[in-house]
């Protein structure tokens, strides 16, 4: 028992859940035959592949200080691809009446896939400065995660701006209670990952169970289960109406943008992979303890 133990269960145990997730619907009557469909299945692969991925790294990561930063990279990248797998259902099922075929609506997944670019690249550059500067690390890194979710959410909070005040009389830009659930555990997972509670009030009582990495994790999954339940949601009940408004989209365009997005994303991971080998053995960031000049500080 360490204190990764909980960390790797709190997410090796809901990539089997979405992944059944995943076979049940693509495997339903004719759900795979349906262009309709695609941008759901399109979501369910990052959504499968971000808590392996985690879990993953929490377990390999004590190989090496290498083979840390390496694996960390890898669960970037992964979350770098959710927050594209999002943008590609909230395009398809999601977008407020008055943005459908807008210019915003036609570069939505392609800025996306910018976004997903810049993720990868700010949440592995974060590692570098980490011994140095943790908090300039600590911001770089939450705003690696958190600018790919206010972009992709932006047909959200269009949709829950018109409708606030107005009651159940929002037509089709009504959002769903999942869509609500979602977005309370996504600044959940946001508040934790920042604010380190419970442990910073009572240092060594959660060190194994309880704490805000654990909580992060369950809040994440949560989040992306209710993310998914609104997604449907949005896909059944707008259905015959999206279906007078704009065209199903093509398999061949969405397949081209994830295949760039994962390409250009290992490319990232591997020119930072790259740096690691490069660096001198001496280098603070392989010794996985304090900078030398921080070590005599302590000394002293």
């Not at 977008?95 to 459908?100: A, K, R, Y």
Request: hydrophobic content about 45%; proline content about 7%.
């Amino acid at each position: 028992m360490t204190n990764e133990t909980v960390n790797i269960w709190t997410h090796f145990l809901p990539t089997w859940y979405f992944l059944w997730r995943l076979l049940a619907l693509a495997g339903g009557p004719g759900f795979r035959a349906e262009p309709y469909h695609w941008p759901l299945l399109i979501f369910l692969l990052p959504a499968c592949l971000y808590p392996f991925a985690s879990c993953c790294a929490h377990t390999f990561s004590s190989m090496s200080p290498r083979a840390r930063h390496i694996c960390y990279f890898l669960d970037y990248g992964a979350l770098s691809l959710y927050s594209l797998g999002c943008a590609f259902p909230y395009a398809a099922y999601s977008m407020p009446t008055s943005w459908l075929q807008s210019r915003l609506h036609q570069l939505f997944v392609p800025a996306a896939t910018l976004n997903s670019f810049l993720c990868t690249s700010l949440s592995c550059y974060s590692r570098f400065p980490e011994l140095e500067s943790p908090g300039f690390s600590k911001v770089l890194r939450t705003a690696a995660f958190a600018y790919p979710f206010l972009f992709d959410n932006l047909p959200l909070f269009y949709r829950f701006g018109l409708c606030w005040g107005r009651g159940h009389d929002c037509g089709q830009e009504a959002l769903s209670t999942s869509h609500v659930y979602h977005l309370f555990c996504a600044l959940l997972t946001g508040f934790l990952f920042t604010s380190h509670l419970p442990e910073r009030l009572a240092p060594g009582r959660f060190d194994y169970i309880g704490h805000s990495h654990q909580l992060f994790h369950i809040s994440a999954v949560l989040g992306t289960h209710f993310q998914l339940e609104a997604v449907l949601a949005d896909m059944g009940s707008r259905r015959a109406w999206l279906a007078m408004k704009e065209p199903a989209l093509g398999l061949v365009g969405t397949v081209a943008t994830l295949g760039l997005a994962v390409t250009g994303n290992l490319l990232i991971i591997a020119a930072f992979t790259a740096s690691l080998f490069w660096a001198p053995g001496s280098c603070p960031l392989l010794q996985g303890g304090l900078p030398e000049a921080g070590s005599r500080a302590k000394q002293q």
